[in-house]
Structures are given as C-alpha cells and as structure tokens.
C-alpha cells in the first residue's frame, strides 16, 4: 500500500490542523494505521493508532484529549483531528499501515507514508 500524508502547516498554539492520510490499493480496510511524529534531533514516535476497522484507538500520554485519529475505508484515508496544539507538538507527522507488527513502534509498521511538516508557534 502508498501512503500520502499531507495537511501540514503553520498554526499557532492553541490553535488546530487536521491531517490527512490518503492509501491506494484494495486491502486498505486489512491494515491498522498509525501516526507517529519525529521533532528535529529526536527519535521518531508513537502518537496515535487506529485498528481495521476503526472500532478502537490507542493514543500516547502527550495527545490523549487533544488529538482525534479517525479512518473512512470506503475512501481509504485516515485522519488526525489535532486540537490545542503545543509547540511541542511541532515535527513532522507520518502516517503507517501494519498488519500484526508492534502498534508502538515504528519497527512495526510494514509502510509509511513521506511526512507533513507541523509547525506550532508560542
């Protein structure tokens, strides 16, 4: 499967963004997806995951309450809903598809999609 992130951009703190992840192919309702977040000089990390079929979603500390993960498989996209934003929510967000790997970890996930550049200022 191709994953397309996109919806990046500049807002600032307090403010919201919602990011989209569009996927080709047909099996896109077999995959679970998730969106991880990688900040300059950081490792790349958990932010939020959603199963197959929408029905259950896991989300780290640092968002739960502000961000929202949500997918339509009828037009195979997945979406992040990103309220009161921090400026250390800045990174560059990317969207994953997996089968059975690790939800936390991005050695879990079997493709990704290119980024979209978050900037939250203060």
């Known amino acids: 499967v191709q994953l397309q992130a996109s919806g990046g951009g500049l807002v600032q703190a307090g403010g919201s963004l919602r990011l989209s992840c569009a996927a080709s192919?047909?099996?896109?309702?077999?995959?679970?997806m998730g969106w991880f977040r990688q900040a300059p000089g950081k490792e790349r990390e958990f932010v939020v995951a959603?199963?197959?079929?929408?029905?259950?979603?896991y989300y780290a500390e640092s968002v739960k309450g502000r961000f929202t993960i949500s997918r339509d498989n009828a037009k195979n996209m997945v979406y992040l809903q990103m309220n009161s934003m921090k400026p250390e929510d800045t990174a560059v967000y990317y969207c994953?598809?997996?089968?059975?790997?690790?939800?936390?970890?991005?050695?879990?996930?079997?493709?990704w999609g290119q980024g979209t550049l978050v900037t939250v200022s203060s």
């Open positions: 994953a598809a997996r089968i059975r790997g690790r939800q936390y970890y991005t050695d879990g996930y079997d493709y």
């Open positions: 192919g047909r099996t896109f309702s077999s995959y679970a």
């Open positions: 959603i199963n197959w079929s929408g029905g259950s979603t």
